[in-house]
Antibody, heavy 122, light 113 residues
Framework: QLQLQESGPGLVKPSETLSLTCTVS??????????WDWIRQTPGKGLEWIGT???????YRNPALMSRVTISVDTSKNQFSLKLTSVTAADTAVYFC??????????????WGQGTLVTVSS | DIVMTQSPDSLAVSLGERATINCKSS????????????LAWYQRRSGQPPKLLIY???TRESGVPDRFSGSGSGTDFTLTISSLQAEDVAVYYC?????????FGPGTKVDIK
């Protein structure tokens, strides 16, 4: 059974960089078959797609966040990661990693991590 | 960006009664080449991540009770819970995956009357 688990600091200071990792168990982040995504839920904007990572590390990012977002993969640890720079209070959210079950097109999310709350505050 | 809207914002339904949630996209999410609507529905219970209920607008995810059904095409979609159970209390979201950026509706909160 596939499991996704987010990890990272729960508190980040304004203007600093938020760094999260999603550890995948039960499947491989190297698989050509899937897309791996980051999504967040904020009180103000609801659920917001952050970005998608595909086989080989190709990434797609939400234009609203693009200049601040980096998504990368560590195949040796079966993890993919999110970095969001220059954070403000508006980036306070529950951050989820999730899987699209096919990479031949765009798909829904069939598995989600539990989510991790990140608060931006000094 | 495709904007997703949902109605109502919240609803309270008696146990065993029908609950209907509407979702509208600002442009069509129907892809004629494969005859599919790129629309999913998720359930989010308190303290839990979203759970996939319906994809391709009307395909029920494995393990989801058959009281949940999805319908619609193009820009107008509906999630129906045919007989509300206590465990269905949650917020329900629609999502389009037709084009990036993928976008979600604001959610509809379902409670027991």
């Amino acid at each position: 059974q596939l499991q996704l688990q987010e990890s990272g600091p729960g508190l980040v200071k304004p203007s600093e960089t938020l760094s999260l990792t999603c550890t995948v168990s039960g499947d491989s982040v190297s698989s050509r078959s899937y897309y791996w995504d980051w999504i967040r839920q904020t009180p103000g904007k609801g659920l917001e797609w952050i970005g998608t990572m595909s086989y080989g590390g190709k990434t797609y990012r939400n234009p609203a966040l693009m200049s601040r977002v980096t998504i990368s993969v560590d195949t040796s640890k079966n993890q993919f990661s999110l970095k969001l720079t220059s954070v403000t209070a508006a980036d306070t959210a529950v951050y989820f990693c999730a899987r699209q079950p096919d990479s031949s097109s765009y798909y829904h999310y069939d598995f989600w991590g539990q989510g991790t709350l990140v608060t931006v505050s000094s | 960006d495709i904007v997703m809207t949902q109605s109502p914002d919240s609803l309270a339904v008696s146990l065993g009664e029908r609950a209907t949630i509407n979702c509208k996209s600002s442009q069509s999410v129907f892809y004629g080449t494969n005859n599919r609507n790129y629309l999913a529905w998720y359930q989010r219970r308190s303290g839990q991540p979203p759970k996939l209920l319906i994809y391709w607008a009307s395909t029920r995810e494995s393990g989801v009770p058959d009281r949940f059904s999805g319908s619609g095409s193009g820009t107008d979609f509906t999630l129906t819970i045919s007989s509300l159970q206590a465990e269905d209390v949650a917020v329900y979201y629609c999502q389009q995956y037709y084009s990036m950026p993928f976008t979600f509706g604001p959610g509809t909160k379902v409670d027991i009357k």
